[in-house]
């Protein structure tokens, strides 16, 4: 029987328990222990996954040798301790989304990786585990689309606050000391990754950015983080990108992704190939402003036979892990991109403070 990976689960809140039911569902990984500062969560967690080991200190669970990685899933504030911890003890590890709440952090975080020779990984790029995102990365490498140089994507609830709409136990998302921010931090995070990834993670210059809260909570439910985010990314090699997304909105069917090519285009939900055709001459209208010999039609082809493939949600990241853990390789969500998009966020809320574009070094 194929050997199990071992793994630990730090922290025990809501975004834990899909974790932990990932684990059930593939032979690759299992649990052998849960940590939590909050003591009667952990043992109510390890009690309804089956769980065999309950720890009192972050020590013991390093301290396992039947345990080869770690999930970090801690609130955003208390991810890189446990990480940098984790993987001084020799443990391979999975940080939950936001990886960091500054670069500096990421940076060490990334650097303590490279030191020990450990694989890090974060989940701020498990949409890469789509099977749209998945689907179109591949033709992107194949050459189908030619040179990508623009990717735009738009995610927008219309109400889906966490700690207020959804997610009411999790109010932690709504104070910055915590979370970092809001919606940069909880949707924008996944996709500055999808948007990079899409353009072939090149250097990013430079960022513009705006940020929005609404003011529409119940007392006494406080917030200091923003609803609504808008980012424009300058790259290299005159590469471009925009995000969009909201926790709070009054629009509807805005929610896609375009990847701009040379030779073609790629939309989402559902995917579709956009190319163009040439019109003969004798099939074109007369028009005083149309050059009857340049005139293109769009040809629409579905990637997928259906629309049951959708870009965003829960994905196997955690399966991923456990497999590549046991393979000997490095996750597809490397700590190295977690830490570009770090820095992206970092210099968004720089622009959006200062009114203006921020440069990366």
Same mark, same amino acid.
């Given at each position: 029987?194929?050997?199990?990976?071992?793994? $630990?689960?730090?922290?025990?809140?809501?975004? =834990?328990?899909?974790?932990?039911?990932?684990?059930?569902?593939? &032979?690759?990984?299992?649990?052998?222990?849960?940590?939590?500062?909050?003591? @009667?969560? =952990?043992?109510?967690?390890?009690?309804?996954?089956?769980?065999?080991?309950?720890?009192?200190?972050?020590?013991?669970?390093?301290?396992?040798?039947?345990?080869?990685?770690?999930?970090?899933?801690? &609130?955003?504030? =208390?991810?890189?301790?446990?990480?940098?911890?984790?993987?001084?003890?020799?443990?391979?590890?999975?940080?939950?989304?936001?990886?960091?709440? @500054?670069?500096?952090?990421?940076?060490?975080?990334?650097?303590?990786?490279?030191?020990?020779?450990?694989?890090?990984?974060?989940?701020? $790029?498990?949409?890469?585990?789509?099977?749209?995102?998945?689907?179109?990365?591949?033709?992107?490498?194949?050459?189908?689309?030619?040179?990508?140089?623009?990717?735009?994507?738009?995610?927008?609830?219309?109400?889906?606050?966490?700690?207020?709409?959804?997610?009411? *136990?999790?109010?932690?998302?709504?104070?910055?000391?915590?979370? *970092?921010?809001?919606?940069?931090?909880?949707? =924008?995070?996944?996709?500055?990754?999808?948007?990079?990834?899409?353009?072939?993670? +090149?250097?990013?210059?430079?960022?513009?950015?705006?940020?929005?809260?609404?003011?529409?909570?119940? &007392?006494?439910?406080?917030?200091?983080?923003?609803?609504?985010?808008?980012?424009?990314?300058?790259?290299?090699?005159?590469?471009?990108?925009?995000?969009?997304?909201?926790?709070?909105?009054?629009?509807?069917?805005?929610?896609?992704?375009?990847?701009?090519?040379?030779?073609?285009?790629?939309?989402?939900?559902?995917?579709?190939?956009?190319?163009?055709?040439?019109?003969? +001459?004798?099939?074109?209208?007369?028009?005083?402003?149309?050059?009857?010999?340049?005139?293109?039609? &769009?040809?629409?082809?579905?990637?997928?036979?259906?629309?049951?493939?959708?870009?965003?949600?829960?994905?196997?990241?955690?399966?991923?892990?456990?497999?590549?853990?046991?393979?000997?390789?490095?996750?597809?969500?490397? *700590?190295?991109?977690?830490?570009?998009?770090?820095?992206?966020?970092?210099?968004?809320?720089?622009?959006?403070?200062?009114?203006?574009?921020?440069?990366?070094?």
């Amino acid at each position: 029987m194929e050997k199990q990976t071992g793994i $630990a689960i730090i922290g025990t809140g809501t975004i =834990a328990q899909s974790h932990l039911q990932s684990l059930q569902a593939v &032979p690759t990984g299992k649990a052998v222990i849960v940590y939590d500062v909050i003591a @009667e969560r =952990a043992e109510r967690t390890a009690q309804r996954f089956g769980v065999p080991n309950i720890a009192t200190s972050l020590d013991e669970v390093l301290s396992r040798d039947d345990v080869d990685g770690v999930i970090v899933a801690t &609130p955003p504030f =208390a991810h890189a301790a446990p990480t940098i911890a984790a993987l001084e003890a020799g443990k391979h590890v999975l940080c939950e989304k936001p990886f960091a709440l @500054e670069p500096a952090e990421a940076e060490k975080m990334v650097a303590t990786a490279a030191r020990t020779g450990k694989f890090l990984a974060c989940c701020s $790029a498990r949409n890469r585990l789509t099977m749209q995102e998945t689907r179109a990365h591949q033709m992107i490498e194949q050459g189908d689309l030619g040179d990508v140089y623009h990717v735009r994507s738009t995610y927008m609830r219309v109400r889906g606050r966490p700690g207020d709409h959804i997610m009411p *136990g999790s109010d932690w998302f709504l104070d910055k000391a915590r979370a *970092g921010g809001g919606a940069m931090m909880d949707i =924008a995070v996944y996709t500055i990754d999808s948007v990079l990834w899409m353009l072939g993670n +090149p250097k990013v210059l430079s960022v513009s950015a705006q940020v929005r809260q609404f003011s529409d909570l119940v &007392p006494p439910t406080k917030q200091d983080v923003e609803d609504h985010v808008v980012i424009m990314m300058q790259c290299e090699g005159g590469k471009s990108g925009i995000v969009e997304c909201a926790w709070v909105s009054n629009i509807l069917g805005a929610d896609n992704m375009y990847i701009l090519g040379m030779k073609a285009g790629l939309a989402f939900e559902p995917l579709r190939q956009i190319s163009v055709e040439k019109i003969e +001459p004798s099939e074109v209208v007369p028009s005083p402003w149309a050059d009857r010999d340049r005139q293109y039609r &769009p040809i629409e082809k579905r990637i997928f036979p259906s629309e049951f493939a959708g870009m965003r949600g829960m994905t196997n990241v955690t399966s991923e892990f456990a497999r590549a853990i046991g393979e000997g390789r490095q996750p597809m969500t490397p *700590g190295r991109d977690a830490l570009e998009v770090t820095k992206v966020i970092s210099a968004a809320y720089k622009s959006a403070k200062q009114g203006s574009s921020v440069t990366l070094a």
